[in-house]
Structure formats: structure tokens, C-alpha cells
């Protein structure tokens, strides 16, 4: 069955060439449209899309408050948000990240048209990421056009990036204690709140957020701007340091390697690991290999199942684990896998994450 697509867009013109673009993809199919969210709502009530295309500025409701409210119920659908009111690093695109959009795919003001034919192929594999990205294992099945193009990738492991940790290759357990952290929907907003609580001698950090290429950047200098540590986009050979998070750049795996006592990053392209690139999985296998007991792993709200079982992988190496509970998540997806996974030593709310971190560093010294 085709990926089923409801698009919200106050523009005629967007919403005509929008569906027109999806539909020439076999493996979509654009099951309504609607002017404005409350609309949308309507048409969810009559059949319930796969995937939502949002417009930010719009009559009646915004896309931001829709996106919060969509992300805030039970089971939320995954939205793309298409708009001119994204541009990379602005308040509006954070902000929608922040509220669970799963891509964010940036319009030009003038020549939208244009813009969303020539654009085609971009727009139709942001819907396809977006709908593999929930862990949604529902099979697309092309039509006869559509098999002459390559079938649709499996769901890959870590193990296309790095080999499984076997019981010698955990390192000597040491002093230092290094914190890796996986987060994905609404992921935003909780590692700020994270990070603002760290004092400046907190742990060397790694983190991934699922977020597209580019957006990372500015991500890393907003926070940088509210904590007491030092926050940056990791680049490759990066030393992880006491009083310093690094963030893995979008659209690059994130691994954390050690020569010696130095613990640092390798950053490399690679395939979609869990449906993502940078993959929680890939970071805390690494994470295992290399630091072993030494390390502490945390895993956020995010929709899907990335770093379950690399989280599983840290704990049988001997890392201490924390997961956010599921009254604090905006999605209880990432966490709520990793618990199912056997894999998590505690489970706490978001506000209480930074000390239990800081606590299990002083203890296990």
C-alpha cells in the first residue's frame, strides 16, 4: 500500500502542486488536502494519513501550535514541514523541530511552484524518511511502474558501521567518565533543558539528535549560548572533554573512539542505520566497544526505535544507563524501546536526568 499523505497548506496553488508532486510517486498517494489544521483535523477524522505536510503560517491555527498539539496525543502522525518560515537556524525551524517535525524542507517566498516541481525528488524522499523514521515497518509495495526502480533498503543495523563489541574488547575501567546521549522528537527542548542544568566540570558529552544537515550547527551555538559547558558540532577527531557536549552533524554518523586515555569522535558518512544518519545505535555500540564501564548512556523522547539496542549493547558492557520516563517524553518511542529492550539500570523524569547523571559519575569513580 502507498504511503497515505494529508496536505495543510493555506496556498490552493502549494496544495494543487504538492499533491500533483506526490502522486507521480507510486509509492504515495495523497489522500486529502486541507486550507488550515482545523480543516486537517476533519479530514484525520475521515481517514487517517501516514504522514502530514505542513505549512506554518496559516489561518484560524499555525502549524507550530498543530505540530505541539499532534505531537502531544497518544499516537501522533509524523509531519514534514514544508515552509518558507524555516530558513536554517531560525527561531521557526527550531521551534518546529522542537515540537516533533520529523523533516523540515524550506520553500522559497517567490517562485514556489517552480521550486516544488523542480524539488520533486527531494519532497517525495522526505515523506518516504519521515514514514521509515517512526519504525514503522508497514512494506511498500510498488507499483508495476515503479519496479523497474530499486526496491525499497531494509531497516540496516550498526553493524554496517561498526562490528558488535564482544566481551574483550570493553576497555579497563578508569576514572574519567564519558556521557553519550540519543534523542530524536522533541528531543530539542529536552537536551536544552539537560544541559542548562550541567555544571561547568560536568562529563565530556556526545549527543545525537535526529536533525537534517545544517540545522545541527546552529543548534549546537543556541545552546552553547544558555549553558555553563561548552557546546559544538563535533568534527571529526574532536576530543571529548570534561566541560563539553558535542553534537553530531546531520546527515553524518557520530562515533566515539579512544587512543589511549584520549577519547574523541570519528564523524563519517555511511548508509541510514535504524532509518537514521546520525544513528543513537551507531553512537552506542561505538560507545560500548570503547568505553565499556566507563561510560553512561541516556536516551530521550524520540519517535521510533534508534538506540534500543545499542543502549542494550552499553548495559551488557557494563555502562550505567538512564532513560527518560514516559510522562516527560513528548514520544515515548526511543525510551520506551530501550525499556522493552532490557537495557535501561533506571528510568526517570526529564528534570531529574542531570543529577542521576552526575550522581552515577561521582560514584562510579
Do not use: W
Request: charged share 25%; aromatic share 4%; proline share 6%.
Amino acid at each position: 500500500m502507498p504511503i497515505k499523505v494529508l496536505i495543510i497548506d493555506d496556498s490552493a496553488l502549494v496544495r494543487e502542486t504538492l499533491s500533483q508532486v506526490l502522486n507521480s510517486d507510486p509509492d504515495i498517494k495523497v489522500i486529502a488536502t486541507a486550507s488550515d489544521p482545523i480543516f486537517g483535523v476533519k479530514k484525520i477524522k475521515i481517514e487517517r494519513p501516514d504522514i502530514i505536510i505542513l505549512d506554518i503560517e496559516m489561518a484560524r491555527m499555525d502549524g507550530l501550535t498543530f505540530l505541539k498539539k499532534m505531537n502531544e496525543t497518544v499516537d501522533p502522525i509524523p509531519c514534514v514541514v514544508c515552509s518558507s518560515m524555516v530558513t536554517e537556524g531560525s527561531e521557526n525551524a527550531m521551534k518546529a523541530l522542537e515540537y516533533g517535525a520529523v523533516e523540515l524542507i524550506q520553500k522559497p517566498a517567490l517562485g514556489t511552484r517552480k521550486f516544488l516541481e523542480e524539488s520533486k525528488l527531494r519532497i517525495c524522499d522526505a515523506v518516504k524518511s519521515a514514514y521509515q523514521s517512526t519504525g514503522n515497518i508497514k512494506k511498500l509495495i510498488p507499483s508495476p511502474i515503479a519496479q523497474k526502480r530499486e526496491a525499497p533498503q531494509p531497516k540496516l543495523t550498526a553493524d554496517v558501521i561498526l562490528e558488535k563489541p564482544g566481551p574483550l574488547t570493553t576497555p579497563l575501567e578508569t576514572t574519567e567518565k564519558i556521557v553519550v546521549v540519543g534523542a530524536s522528537t522533541g528531543g530539542t527542548e529536552a537536551l536544552k533543558d539537560f544541559l542548562t542544568m550541567l555544571p561547568e566540570d560536568a562529563p565530556g558529552i556526545v549527543i545525537v539528535q535526529h536533525m537534517p544537515e545544517h540545522f545541527t550547527q546552529a543548534f549546537a551555538q543556541r545552546l552553547d549560548g544558555l549553558c555553563k559547558i561548552h557546546v559544538k558540532e563535533a568534527e571529526d577527531g574532536d576530543t571529548v572533554v570534561q566541560g563539553q557536549a558535542l553534537i553530531a552533524p546531520g546527515n553524518y554518523h557520530t562515533l566515539l573512539k579512544r587512543s589511549g586515555a584520549r577519547y574523541y569522535v570519528e564523524v563519517k558518512d555511511g548508509p541510514l542505520v535504524s532509518r537514521h544518519r546520525p544513528s543513537v545505535d551507531v553512537l552506542f555500540r561505538s560507545t560500548a566497544r570503547y568505553a565499556g564501564k566507563n561510560a553512561i548512556g541516556i536516551i530521550m523522547t524520540g519517535m521510533g526505535d534508534d538506540g534500543a539496542k545499542g543502549m542494550r549493547e552499553m548495559h551488557d558492557a557494563g555502562a550505567f544507563t538512564i532513560a527518560q520516563d514516559q510522562a516527560t517524553c513528548i514520544v515515548y518511542g526511543m525510551p520506551g524501546e530501550a525499556v522493552k529492550n532490557g537495557g535501561v539500570d533506571k528510568i526517570v523524569p526529564l528534570q531529574n536526568i542531570a543529577q542521576t547523571m552526575l550522581s552515577a559519575a561521582m560514584i562510579r569513580r
